[in-house]
């Protein structure tokens, strides 16, 4: 196969951590008879000072083409002065609209050898596997909006299409996994959770009658996921509720280094990331974990590619690397650490 993927590496350690994936996928796809092909492109702070936007033409031009795209991280402390109309975010935000993507997946997966890096006790999180569906185009961060002498305010608002996509995607993956999907909502207060509450069973048992499927309230879910996190297989939710909790679940792990995550639609190319951000403390020391960013290239490889194989080639990799005891400072609990550079070429040779 040959394909094509825009790398938009951003800032702060975004370079740092997607030339590791990039080594990575190249490694992958020479074992397995492929040719990947990969087009640089600016956007965040990176494009500001280079072309005055946060995303530029060229930059979308080279997205929409692609066959996927690799993200780093945007932002930093030179671009947050608050009177700027221009942030590197934005540029983040406008490359979801334009690639037209809806749904964003979190895995949360805990490694057993990093179990004790949790902030949790590792009998609560040791085999935590949860894959998370989150609404990202609609919902209250997009609705009517104001302010005014008295207050302000912000609509949430959805519509059945919007709920339908989402939740089949979702269930979809769950038929692939372990065969039970969790619906997050607060129908009990919020009328477009009830909404979500309807379709979402009316869906379920016209389309997946053997689908193990239950209803949480989004409050009680942020308390299970501290409590007995190996319950939940496939979560879906609305944009503000999977924001807060896919957040919470991301420190089940450990670390946000450990973290990938995919954002995807109907069609076209996903925009493949890491959770992180863009670190700019650490930027340039070759310190960054790179696990996040090459297991996000895994699930590129997955969603956008359809090479399944390859795919989780690289996520025994990551795993080989962690069982062989390298770990980079994020998680090395006060031992030994590598660098990103070493962590990559250890997960190239696990390959081979």
């Known amino acids: ?34 040719e990947f092909s990969f087009e640089e492109r600016l956007i965040g702070g990176a494009a500001i000072d280079a072309a005055g936007t946060p995303l530029p033409s060229d930059t979308v031009a080279a997205c929409r083409t692609a066959d996927a795209v690799l993200l780093g991280a945007v932002g930093g402390p030179q671009w947050d002065d608050p009177k700027s109309p221009i942030r590197p975010e934005q540029g983040l935000l406008g490359l979801r609209s334009e690639l037209e993507v809806f749904a964003n997946l ?31 185009t609609g919902g209250i961060y997009f609705g009517e909006s104001g302010i005014d002498e008295g207050g302000a305010y912000q609509v949430m608002r959805y519509n059945r299409h919007e709920i339908e996509r989402i939740v089949r995607m979702a269930a979809d993956a769950a038929q692939t996994r372990r065969g039970r999907l969790t619906m997050v909502d ?17 869906l379920i048992a016209e389309e997946y009658p053997n689908l193990a499927y239950d209803v949480v309230l989004v409050d009680a879910m942020a308390m299970y996921l501290v409590s007995h996190p190996t319950e939940f297989d496939v979560v879906v939710t609305a944009n503000l509720f999977g924001d807060i909790l896919t957040d919470e679940a991301s420190m089940i792990t450990g670390s ?59 996520e025994s990799a990551v795993a080989a690397a962690i069982t062989a005891g390298l770990r980079t400072a994020d998680i090395a609990g006060g031992g030994p650490s590598v660098g990103s550079a070493e962590m990559g070429a250890a997960v190239i040779e696990a390959l081979s």
Request: proline share 8%; no cysteine; aromatic share 4%.
């Open 186 to 202: 607060k129908a009990n207060v919020l009328e477009p959770s009830r909404l979500w509450r309807t379709v979402a069973a009316e």
């Open 256 to 314: 946000l280094g450990m973290l990938p995550s995919a954002s995807v639609g109907a069609s076209g190319p996903g925009l493949y990331e890491p959770v992180h951000g863009s670190a700019p403390d650490i930027a340039g020391e070759g310190l960054a974990n790179p696990l996040a960013a090459i297991l996000a290239a895994a699930m590129a490889l997955r969603h956008s590619l359809g090479l399944e194989k390859e795919a989780l080639a690289i």
């Open 1 to 34: 196969m040959k394909a094509q993927f825009a790398v938009v590496a951003g800032d702060g350690i975004g370079p740092e951590v997607t030339e590791q994936a990039v080594a990575v996928l190249t490694a992958v796809g020479a074992q397995h008879g492929h």
């Open 106 to 136: 979190r895995p949360i997966r805990v490694f057993p050898e990093l179990a004790g890096a949790s902030p949790l006790r590792p009998d609560i999180v040791s085999g935590v596997d949860i894959l998370f569906y989150r609404e990202l």
